[in-house]
């Protein structure tokens, strides 16, 4: 499946924004959608899972709370809604989809995704 990203732009400190993942396939079978983010210099850091067709959903201590993942699997698409964004949300976005259960915390760990997107950027200015 190959996955598209959107939805990334400049905000200021407090704003919100909802990023969209559209996949060219269908989803459904797959165990984890999930949302990950880099800036440079660093790891790709996990932010967000919609795992098991978002019966669970898990998020990165930094945004619970503000964050919030959904996942239309009849629609192909995984989006993630960013309120009260701050500076240290800046990053570069990319959703990925995980085949297969892989361990119990596998959905963490970007090296168990099969396919990614290409990449949003959102930045957040104070």
């Known amino acids: 499946v190959q996955l598209q990203a959107s939805g990334g732009g400049l905000v200021q400190s407090g704003d919100s924004l909802r990023l969209s993942c559209a996949a060219s396939?269908?989803?459904?079978?797959?165990?984890?959608m999930a949302w990950f983010r880099q800036v440079p210099g660093k790891e790709r850091e996990f932010v967000a899972a919609?795992?098991?067709?978002?019966?669970?959903?898990n998020y990165a201590d930094s945004v619970k709370g503000r964050f919030t993942i959904s996942r239309d699997n009849a629609k192909n698409m995984v989006y993630l809604q960013m309120n009260n964004l701050k500076p240290d949300d800046t990053a570069v976005y990319y959703c990925?989809?995980?085949?297969?259960?892989?361990?119990?915390?596998?959905?963490?760990?970007?090296?168990?995704?099969?396919?990614w997107g290409q990449g949003t950027l959102v930045t957040v200015s104070s």
């Open positions: 396939g269908r989803i459904v079978s797959y165990y984890s």
């Open positions: 919609a795992r098991y067709n978002a019966g669970l959903k």
């Open positions: 990925a989809a995980q085949d297969n259960f892989k361990g119990p915390t596998s959905y963490v760990q970007p090296s168990n995704y099969n396919h």
